[in-house]
């Protein structure tokens, strides 16, 4: 199994983050902002952890690529956390971290879930999601002009001590449901399955080549709309690496950013800041936006600041914009 795509860290998160990092701490809506980033955070380690797993499936024909965003047919875009490639077979694995007891109905295609924490409960049925990604990835496959390869669907819990719940009417359906420490046993029954090739070497490249070409990444998620909050509720400033609070001024040492609190220097302390800006506020800036958020002490300041970053740049003189990134580095 050979890694091509990494799984990246979600954006979200980052936006929660620094959501949390630029209200005031007692504004109202921080423990629903706190909620929603362990949720988070949560969910990546569980993504995180079938590392493990995988490590072991050591087919060098196999090739996995993770967090891939595609164009469908229909306009809209599909999204697949991790989707497995080989030359007779792909599989579509939706990673969930649902604890408890998890019952998938064959009649009505709810998913229940019972455990010590929580009173029955309807999920979402990551199956029905993974359904619409088959039927796109094939959509996708024929009109890129590639045979059509067997698609699995495969639903992965990373807690190894999620129950799922088989019953004699629902063994079709549970067919397609993991738990991560079954992953390897599961991947090497599908490789007996389907033996038959449909690519050559050659065309397993290109294909997967191709895949990450058509990638697009999601744009960022209006976060501040998602929780009502007013941009004008936004902390500016550029923050102390130290102390943690929007201290940093620049003019006291030559070319760095200065805290007057913790008499430290930093360099490149604003970059952080311009991706704030750019995960909360707005992807495109201009010099007199990057003034009055990094509280400069002038425009010229700012323009310098920004001018030696590789960013693109929109329009000309005064009405110039910056298309800002997630994330930033200074190459
Ligand atoms: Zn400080």
Redo the contacts with the bound molecule.
């Keep these: 199994m050979i890694v091509l795509k990494e799984r990246t860290r979600p954006v979200r998160i980052a936006q929660l983050e620094a959501l949390l990092r630029r209200i005031p701490n007692q504004h109202e809506k921080v423990p629903n902002i706190k909620k929603e980033l362990v949720r988070r955070r949560v969910g990546y380690q569980g993504e995180q952890s079938l590392n493990y797993y995988f490590s072991f499936l050591n087919d060098p024909q196999m090739f996995m690529l993770h967090d891939l965003r595609l164009l469908g047919s229909n306009r809209s875009y599909f999204q697949i956390d991790t989707l497995l490639v080989s030359k007779s077979f792909m599989t579509i694995l939706e990673v969930k971290n649902y604890s408890g007891s998890i019952y998938f109905d064959p009649d009505t295609y709810q998913v229940y879930r019972t455990s010590t924490t929580h009173d029955d409960e309807i999920l979402t049925n990551p199956l029905l999601q993974i359904q619409a990604q088959k039927l796109q990835l094939r959509e996708w496959l024929t009109a890129n002009n590639w045979p059509l390869l067997p698609i699995v669907k495969l639903v992965v819990f990373s807690d190894p001590s999620t129950k799922i719940v088989s019953t004699p009417n629902n063994l079709q359906l549970i067919k397609q449901v993991v738990t991560a420490p079954a992953l390897l046993s599961k991947v090497e029954s599908l490789q007996s399955t389907f033996s038959k090739d449909y690519l050559t070497d050659s065309g397993l490249d290109k294909l997967t080549q191709q895949l990450i070409h058509m990638h697009v990444p999601p744009p960022p998620s209006d976060v501040l709309h998602d929780f009502r909050i007013s941009a004008t509720t936004i902390i500016s400033g550029v923050y102390?690496?130290?102390?943690?609070?929007p201290?940093?001024t620049r003019g006291v040492v030559v070319g760095k950013w200065f805290?007057?609190?913790?008499?430290?220097s930093s360099k490149h302390a604003h970059l952080s800041a311009l991706e704030d800006y750019f995960l909360l506020l707005n992807h495109r800036v201009s010099t007199s936006e990057i003034h009055a958020f990094l509280q400069t002490s002038n425009r010229q300041q700012a323009y310098d600041l920004v001018n030696k970053l590789p960013l693109h740049r929109v329009g000309a003189f005064r009405a110039r914009r910056y298309e800002l990134m997630y994330p930033l580095s200074m190459s």
């Design positions: 102390c690496p130290s102390c943690q609070r201290t940093l805290c007057p609190d913790c008499l430290i």
